[in-house]
């Protein structure tokens, strides 16, 4: 464990039960969120990528910068 995660837990630790849970329920999710994300972006292939950045190149092309976050949040939604 790090120096700076022993201060953390430590810090936490001062706090009331509920307040832990309630940051402990939020790290919990954050991770697992985060292992969520690393599964499918380890499982984008080659051709999943190469067509994403087609998009965003036809993107930038086009000057469509607002949607442009969206429609690649969309692509990986639907993958």
Request: net charge negative; no cysteine; hydrophobic share 40%.
């Amino acid at each position: 464990m790090t120096e700076l995660l022993r201060r953390v837990i430590a810090e936490i630790e001062k706090l009331p039960e509920a307040e832990q849970d309630a940051i402990a329920t939020r790290l919990l999710a954050e991770l697992k969120d985060e292992q969520a994300w690393q599964v499918r972006f380890e499982s984008t292939t080659d051709e999943q990528w190469d067509r994403l950045a087609a998009k965003v190149r036809q993107e930038i092309t086009e000057e469509e910068f607002e949607t442009m976050v969206d429609r690649l949040t969309d692509e990986f939604a639907n993958q």
